[in-house]
């Protein structure tokens, strides 16, 4: 099950820092008429819920992300995550159209969802994990995958491994130590242990390393169904705290080690 969680009570200061950043940043900026309507349940709340619906004979769309009132340029960037999902997604469904097998199942769609998670909002930077479940008409089951948007506030820019970790570190090699156990005794647990898939899943590639979010003192790396294990046994994460990985870290993240 996918969660979309909803953060309030960002303070007008807050907003203020954003805003002098966004404009250092000179990037272009939405038009506010673009932005859903607001809808706060609670006074003083900053975040806008936005939702996407589209239904067609052949597929639906379902699409839930973040939007912050006032922060356009944080808006743009967010959408543009969203909307290239959904113009691949409609893109891949279109070569599906004309295909004999899938003109056959008039009774079945194809479909997009699309929720969300924040891990971090506050001065520094913000992360966001967003998961994209595609399902193909006339498939077994859809699958899922996770889209990282980790945003340093500091320069608009994405955060990268490599402005986290030392680059004179083989950290990739250390992260595929440190995770490989954990995913054993977590998959151990529910008896969907693999260790070819395991150890290949989570072998020392940057592509395997690829989605990850933020928290205040910890990184979050998670592996997508099939990645590590059998689709039934579900995504899967692994966190580390700075301080576990304080050893490898560039700063400021070193510092922030609790």
């Known amino acids: 099950m996918i969660f979309a969680i909803f953060l309030t009570g960002c303070t007008e200061e807050f907003v203020d820092y ?23 349940e609670d006074e003083g709340a900053l975040l806008i819920p936005a939702h996407v619906e589209e239904e067609t004979e052949a597929y639906y769309i379902d699409a839930k992300y973040p939007q912050w009132e006032y922060l356009d340029t944080l808006n743009y960037l967010i959408e543009d995550v969203v909307y290239e999902e959904i113009n691949d997604f409609k893109d891949e469904i279109e070569g599906l159209i004309n295909d004999e097998y899938y003109m056959d199942m008039e009774d079945m769609k194809s479909g997009l969802y699309i929720d969300y998670e924040i891990y971090y909002n506050d001065w ?34 994405q955060i990268e491994l490599a402005d986290i970790f030392q680059n004179d570190t083989d950290y990739f090699l250390a992260l595929s130590y440190m995770t490989i156990p954990r ?29 990850w979010t933020l928290t205040g003192d910890s ?30 870290l560039q700063e400021p993240w070193a510092s922030r080690r609790q």
Not at 196 to 201: H, K, V
């Open 18 to 40: 954003l805003d002098e950043q966004i404009e250092e940043a000179n990037k272009v900026e939405v038009v506010p008429d673009k932005l859903p309507e607001i809808n706060n």
């Open 124 to 157: 520094d930077y913000l992360s966001i994990g967003f998961t994209s479940y595609w399902y193909s008409e006339g498939a077994a089951h859809g699958n899922s995958y996770t889209i990282p948007f980790n945003l340093d506030f500091e320069d608009f820019e």
């Open 183 to 211: 995913l054993k005794d977590q998959l151990y647990d529910d008896e969907w242990a693999d260790d070819y898939l395991i150890e290949s899943g989570a072998g020392p590639e940057p592509d395997n390393f690829q989605a």
């Open 219 to 248: 990184i979050i790396f998670h592996f997508d169904p099939y990645q590590v294990a059998a689709y039934a046994a579900g995504p899967q994460k692994v966190e580390f705290t700075f301080y576990e990985l304080y050893a490898l």
